[in-house]
């Protein structure tokens, strides 16, 4: 065989595995309809980060993310507490626009910081008949049956997801059917590497 005959089958490989790399990084799909008319109004409006004075020495360093592992970005303070939290798809500044743009009209929130207060508040005083379940990663998932509202906040308490699921209550048994099925296999897979 020939250099030749070989690198085109190893040239299509690494592409598809990073072709398949790139997807695997993707989020779930959305448990929301995509409202273009609603996210390009949201989009239009713009965040303004707290001035330097209501912020820590830790945010006036904060570069949006968009050096470095976006993950590991401080996120932006307001009201003395990080705005959202960061992933790998985006800054902690980027997933709370995202969300915003998404979610913030279904909440009459006229502004990103409207909208993250009212996600605070649903996660940190949940309705009465909220339901809650804590992931084995400390994140917290809230869905109030009665205004269908459904969030997750990390371990800390900082908002990942504020949004009206689509489905409903399924939505909300769907999740915790997951989890329950993620608990067992982890209970399996611990017996086996026991025994």
């Not at 303004?48 to 006036?60: F, I, K």
């Not at 049956?145 to 997750?152: E, I, K, L, R, W």
């Not at 504020?162 to 999740?175: I, R």
């Amino acid at each position: 065989m020939t250099v030749r005959s070989i690198s085109t089958p190893v040239v299509l490989l690494l592409g598809t595995l990073s072709l398949a790399l790139s997807l695997a990084g993707c989020e779930r799909p959305s448990a929301v309809r995509a409202d273009g008319a609603a996210a390009s109004a949201a989009a239009d409006t713009a965040y303004s980060p707290p001035t330097p004075a209501d912020t820590s020495e830790r945010n006036n360093r904060y570069d949006g993310g968009r050096s470095g592992d976006r993950a590991e970005a401080p996120a932006p303070l307001l009201d003395g507490r990080p705005l959202w939290t960061s992933s790998r798809r985006g800054s902690a500044e980027e997933n709370a626009q995202r969300a915003f743009a998404r979610n913030g009209e279904s909440f009459g929130a006229s502004s990103l910081e409207a909208y993250v207060r009212k996600a605070r508040t649903f996660i940190d005083d949940p309705p009465q008949g909220a339901q809650r379940l804590t992931r084995r990663n400390g994140d917290v998932l809230i869905y109030h049956p009665g205004s269908n509202t459904f969030a997750v906040a990390s371990r800390e308490g900082q908002p990942r997801a504020f949004f009206h699921p689509d489905q409903g209550g399924a939505y909300w048994e769907t999740q915790k059917a997951r989890e329950t099925q993620a608990r067992s296999a982890r209970a399996g897979s611990d017996r086996a590497s026991e025994g």
